[in-house]
């Protein structure tokens, strides 16, 4: 069964911290693997997009990783702002389907305190 | 940003009404979806669509129905509105394989449905 998994659930940290999160997947056959940012009571925004080749891929401070032996990804956010506060997203794509199927994590609800 | 519009943005009503949720796109996307999203939840596609007169129900059961009579436009239509369809509802884009990446999804804001 295709599944997408995060961790942590939750996150709070301080502004100006770093920190990283987590995403394991079980999807296959494999096409590639999306972090999206959510906005609370807003529709997801595309942070980066990562194919099998590539294991890595930065967008300002955010920095996503991909292992796609192991079926993990990271993403790692850089000196922290209050406006990072969202729901962090996790999406993989299969390659098997014409539709372009996307399978979504739960996200990871991050807050950045003052 | 993307040109992907949904109205409202959010919406009370009482259980037996019929509802609508618009959904626009102004970028010639061939495909259209819809997803239903609760709190703290992932995004569960409902209805997909390839292009105009072709709709697809998705992985989540819904009461829903939708249509495409036009590329832009894929509204979504409850008959009678019952407090267990009470959801985030989002729609979404994306081109036609060789337009771009095949399934780079744009999403729009979102509706916030209550049902009383």
């Known amino acids: 069964k295709n599944q997408v998994e995060q961790s942590p659930q939750s996150l709070i940290i301080l502004e100006g911290k770093n920190c990283t999160l987590q995403c394991n997947y079980t999807v296959s056959p494999f096409s590639n693997l999306r972090w999206y940012k959510q906005d609370t009571g807003r529709g997801p925004v595309s942070l980066t997009i990562m194919t099998f080749s590539e294991n890595t891929k930065s967008n300002g401070r955010y920095t996503a990783t991909l292992d796609a032996d192991t079926k993990q990804s990271s993403l790692h956010i850089t000196a922290s702002q209050l406006s990072d506060s969202a729901s962090y997203i996790c999406v993989v794509s299969d390659r098997g389907s014409t539709l372009g199927r996307l399978y979504f994590g739960r996200g990871t609800q991050l807050t950045v305190w003052p | 940003e993307a040109d992907i519009y949904q109205t409202p943005r959010y919406l009370v009503i009482g259980t037996g009404k019929k509802i609508t949720l618009e959904c626009s796109q102004t970028?010639?996307?061939?495909?259209m979806y819809w997803y239903q999203q609760d709190p703290g939840m992932e995004l569960h596609l409902i209805h997909y669509?390839?292009?105009?007169?072709?709709?697809e129900k998705g992985d989540l059961s819904s009461e829903s129905t939708v249509s495409r009579i036009r590329t832009e436009h894929f509204p979504l239509t409850l008959e009678s509105a019952r407090p267990s369809h009470t959801s985030q509802y989002l729609c979404?884009?994306?081109?036609?394989?060789?337009?771009?990446?095949?399934?780079?999804?744009?999403f729009g804001p979102g509706t916030r449905l209550t049902v009383l």
């Open positions: 979404a884009s994306s081109a036609k394989s060789g337009q771009g990446v095949r399934d780079e999804q744009f």
């Open positions: 669509s390839y292009g105009v007169n072709s709709t």
């Open positions: 970028m010639g996307h061939d495909k």
